[in-house]
């Protein structure tokens, strides 16, 4: 909800808003992978935000290079690609109504949009078009660990 400048001391020139996280087990976020590497769902995150102002086609063009070893063309066609249809896991949690599933198909003008006009499903079909689907074995305990410092930098001094 949003919170007016009234109630800071001194008050800002903005408004504020307060937002609630809810986290999600490893299950459940594998899910919603749906066989995306969290390593590479970082590497897309990083390449599209670091200048936000570019369009997705533009801030991606070095990442899709590196993906296709080099070969200009490979990557030109991989960033003008058309969506992949959704995995059967996705679609199958539409069904039940989640919200991140829901919201999760890439647009056919994916490329043309700027980051901050994507959902974060958006961004696990995005990693998925670029890095290729991965098969996702759900009863497999040698699956990749999702690690613990995915998504923030690491301190000074720790590992």
């Given at each position: ?9 001194p ?60 070969n ?43 980051p ?7 961004f ?36």
């Amino acid at each position: 909800f949003k919170i007016p400048p009234t109630v800071f001391y001194p008050q800002p020139k903005v408004n504020s808003a307060l937002v609630g996280l809810r986290f999600i087990g490893p299950a459940a976020l594998r899910q919603r992978f749906a066989g995306v590497r969290p390593a590479d769902l970082r590497r897309v995150l990083t390449s599209t935000f670091q200048q936000r102002r570019k369009t997705v086609r533009n801030s991606l063009k070095k990442l899709a290079i590196e993906v296709c070893k080099g070969n200009k063309e490979a990557a030109k066609d991989l960033i003008g690609a058309e969506p992949l249809p959704l995995p059967k896991q996705v679609l199958d949690a539409r069904e039940l109504g989640d919200c991140f599933a829901l919201s999760q198909e890439l647009p056919m003008d994916w490329a043309s949009k700027r980051p901050e006009e994507l959902t974060p499903g958006q961004f696990v079909e995005l990693t998925r078009l670029i890095f290729g689907p991965k098969e996702l074995n759900s009863g497999d305990e040698n699956q990749e660990p999702l690690g613990k410092k995915v998504w923030r930098k690491l301190k000074h001094g720790s590992d």
